[in-house]
């Protein structure tokens, strides 16, 4: 019988619910908590609080999962320190490593790879791989719907969870740089700057697609804290990322175009870039050229926007999506010949390399496939897990193939 651990997991319960699936499907599951906020959300046959600091976390992990005979581990994100031991103690042991994360494609779909996610993603993405595949043409289920006020629910009620056991687990510290408090007046933050951007924003994108269509330049920021930029890029922050693309579009682009730099809507209540905007725009003398926005619809601006920067978001794949020639910054798994431009950001400005459409579909057809599951971690809950077994059914076989000696017998 199989026997699965999870790890952190999304805020919200949907571990806990994939758990119980799993569980009233003769899985043996386990949950190891790492605070209060995981164990408010967490259900499990065996539930365990990991109380001591990292330095005891890899002989605590190793030794918990040849005591309980565990086959599979699973998590959300791999990058978490935690979580990077605790994927290393799993090749060394051969036992299989899911890592769940917001979905490749948005907004409809959440990802979940076994080995790592993103940059870690062992699935392979070479042309010959893609082109090779023959899609299932699998049909998306339906559309998620607006999940924004569920997740900052989630989100609260975790970091107070968390806030109040704090004294149970002493030595854990967040991935997140903010305290519980800071966190929970940003979030309602957030919510007096949804309202208030609704307001200062009208006519802005009538302005973007009437006499600035095909005229600048897009620039999606990312959250400030995510792994994407801290794990799978050269760069060091938000700020820095920022200063880079204004100084080269300064320096390379058409004069008369303009640069749009849009906000993550999940990073709104959290932080600010317009001084900062404003002053790179006189040092690099770009003034009158930058729109900074947040909450423009973000497909309406591809379709008519000359061209997409991102650092890794996969706004990219996105942008692909709609022809939009791309330029990636970091490292991603979808910055390929024939989809991205190749020669750098300075050349970008002037001579984008165009997207083929055609290796896009089937890039997209094969990511779909291979990676993402219909749903979403806070709506639709259910639906969404039976697609997680499937997912997990079909991967097993694969799982085998890969490591012989593991079963991944998760359904």
Same mark, same amino acid.
């Given at each position: 019988?199989?026997?699965?651990?999870?790890?952190?997991?999304?805020?919200?319960?949907?571990?806990?619910?994939?758990?119980?699936?799993? @569980?009233?499907?003769?899985?043996?599951?386990?949950?190891?908590?790492?605070?209060?906020?995981?164990?408010?959300?967490?259900? $499990?046959?065996?539930?365990?609080?990991?109380?001591?600091?990292?330095?005891?976390?890899?002989?605590?992990?190793?030794?918990?999962?040849?005591?309980?005979?565990?086959?599979?581990?699973?998590?959300?994100?791999?990058?978490?320190?935690?979580?990077?031991?605790?994927?290393?103690?799993?090749?060394?042991?051969?036992?299989?490593?899911?890592?769940?994360?917001?979905?490749?494609?948005?907004?409809?779909?959440?990802?979940?790879?076994?080995?790592?996610?993103?940059?870690? %993603?062992?699935?392979?993405?070479?042309?010959?791989?893609?082109?090779?595949?023959?899609?299932?043409?699998?049909?998306?289920?339906? @559309?998620?719907?607006?999940?924004?006020?569920?997740?900052?629910?989630?989100?609260?009620?975790?970091?107070?969870?968390?806030?109040?056991?704090?004294?149970? &687990?002493?030595?854990?510290?967040?991935?997140?740089?903010? @305290?519980?408090?800071?966190?929970?007046?940003?979030?309602?933050?957030?919510?007096?700057?949804?309202?208030?951007?609704?307001?200062?924003?009208?006519?802005?994108?009538?302005?973007?697609?009437?006499?600035?269509?095909?005229?600048?330049?897009?620039?999606?920021?990312?959250?400030?804290?995510?792994?994407?930029?801290?794990?799978?890029?050269?760069?060091?922050?938000? *700020?820095?990322?920022?200063?880079?693309?204004?100084?080269? &579009?300064?320096?390379?682009?058409?004069?008369? %175009?303009?640069?749009?730099?849009?906000?993550?809507?999940?990073?709104?209540?959290?932080?600010?870039?317009?001084?900062?905007?404003?002053?790179?725009?006189?040092?690099?003398?770009?003034?009158?050229?930058?729109?900074?926005?947040?909450?423009?619809?973000?497909?309406?601006?591809?379709?008519?926007?000359?061209?997409?920067?991102?650092?890794?978001?996969?706004?990219?794949?996105?942008?692909?999506?709609?022809?939009?020639?791309?330029?990636?910054?970091?490292?991603?798994?979808?910055?390929?010949?024939?989809?991205?431009?190749?020669?750098?950001?300075?050349?970008?400005?002037?001579?984008?390399?165009?997207?083929?459409?055609?290796?896009?579909?089937?890039?997209? $057809?094969?990511?779909?496939?291979?990676?993402?599951?219909?749903?979403?971690?806070?709506?639709?809950?259910?639906?969404?897990?039976?697609?997680?077994?499937?997912?997990?059914?079909?991967?097993?076989?694969? *799982?085998?193939?890969?490591?012989?000696?593991?079963?991944?017998?998760?359904?």
């Amino acid at each position: 019988m199989s026997v699965a651990v999870f790890l952190q997991g999304p805020h919200g319960p949907f571990f806990a619910q994939l758990a119980r699936r799993l @569980s009233q499907s003769g899985v043996i599951t386990h949950k190891i908590n790492f605070n209060g906020g995981d164990r408010y959300f967490a259900w $499990a046959d065996f539930q365990v609080d990991f109380t001591g600091g990292e330095s005891d976390w890899s002989a605590f992990f190793s030794d918990y999962l040849s005591k309980n005979n565990v086959d599979t581990v699973i998590c959300y994100g791999d990058c978490r320190r935690l979580h990077t031991i605790a994927k290393s103690i799993c090749e060394s042991k051969g036992i299989a490593f899911g890592v769940f994360e917001e979905g490749y494609l948005r907004p409809d779909f959440i990802t979940l790879e076994f080995g790592g996610v993103n940059a870690h %993603s062992r699935t392979d993405w070479s042309r010959e791989a893609i082109n090779s595949y023959l899609a299932r043409e699998r049909k998306p289920v339906k @559309s998620v719907g607006q999940t924004f006020f569920r997740r900052a629910r989630f989100a609260m009620a975790y970091y107070l969870a968390m806030r109040v056991s704090q004294s149970e &687990f002493p030595h854990y510290r967040h991935h997140r740089s903010l @305290s519980w408090l800071g966190e929970g007046v940003c979030w309602i933050r957030s919510f007096y700057r949804k309202g208030l951007y609704k307001l200062m924003e009208r006519g802005l994108t009538a302005r973007l697609t009437g006499e600035l269509s095909g005229r600048y330049f897009l620039f999606p920021l990312q959250t400030r804290d995510d792994f994407q930029l801290r794990k799978h890029s050269d760069l060091v922050s938000i *700020e820095n990322a920022i200063e880079v693309v204004l100084q080269s &579009f300064a320096q390379n682009a058409p004069k008369g %175009s303009m640069m749009v730099i849009k906000h993550h809507p999940m990073d709104r209540g959290f932080c600010h870039y317009q001084k900062l905007i404003r002053e790179l725009e006189t040092r690099y003398q770009i003034t009158g050229r930058v729109i900074y926005c947040h909450d423009l619809h973000l497909p309406t601006l591809l379709d008519h926007t000359l061209g997409v920067v991102t650092i890794n978001s996969t706004v990219g794949i996105s942008a692909l999506f709609h022809e939009v020639p791309t330029q990636v910054l970091g490292r991603s798994l979808y910055d390929l010949p024939g989809l991205t431009h190749q020669g750098g950001l300075s050349s970008f400005w002037s001579q984008p390399d165009p997207v083929d459409p055609e290796f896009f579909q089937r890039f997209r $057809a094969y990511l779909y496939d291979k990676t993402q599951v219909d749903g979403s971690f806070s709506r639709h809950i259910a639906a969404t897990i039976d697609g997680v077994c499937r997912r997990l059914t079909e991967a097993r076989a694969t *799982e085998r193939r890969r490591q012989p000696e593991t079963e991944v017998d998760l359904v």
